[in-house]
């Protein structure tokens, strides 16, 4: 081992479950609204500009390949690296949240993030009771969350 690096045991300590503080459904849904109004501020007048407001006419599901990229590519994309590197959407900072393992505590992995991300599509389907759930679960946990191994805490 190498003197001048720390430990792995020192960089990612093993948090006790009773030391967590979870951030619940209000909170979360708080920070969901915002990151949607982030996400509108954005590709809505890159749409319009494209589109014109006939867009938001709804005569067809998908008006083009623009259409695809902003509302499907661009906001996973987003979402995802700012879950990898900041652990945390521009919503889940301004409620002082964070995702970590559930078991450690520690920054869950690349993996985990992608895959908590497409666990998503799995909480809405039974007309959203995966996201619903954080309401009842006592960890805070959506559907979402469990598939993945993180949970959703306040950051220090």
């Known amino acids: 081992m190498n003197p001048y690096q720390a430990p792995q045991a020192e960089l990612t300590p093993e948090i006790h479950q009773e030391d967590m503080d979870y951030v619940g459904f209000w909170a979360r849904t708080g920070a969901s609204i915002i990151d949607t109004l982030i996400m509108m501020a954005i590709s809505y007048p890159i749409l319009i500009s494209l589109y014109g407001f006939s867009y938001f006419d709804g005569e067809t599901f ?3 390949t623009a259409d695809v990229l902003l509302n499907y590519v661009f906001p996973a994309l987003a ?3 700012f879950w990898i590197y900041r652990s945390a959407t ?3 900072m301004l409620v002082n949240a964070v995702i970590v393992d559930a078991k450690t505590g520690a920054k869950p992995s690349k993996g985990q ?3 908590r991300y497409f666990a ?3 909480s ?3 007309l959203g009771l ?3 759930w954080v309401a009842w679960d006592p960890k805070k946990q959506g559907f979402h969350d469990k598939l993945a ?5 306040r950051s220090s």
């Open 79 to 81: 979402v995802i690296l």
């Open 120 to 122: 998503y599509y799995l």
């Open 113 to 115: 993030m992608i895959g």
């Open 130 to 132: 995966g996201f619903l």
């Open 90 to 92: 521009p919503g889940k």
């Open 149 to 153: 191994g993180t949970v959703v805490v």
């Open 62 to 64: 998908i008006a083009g």
């Open 124 to 126: 809405l389907l039974p």
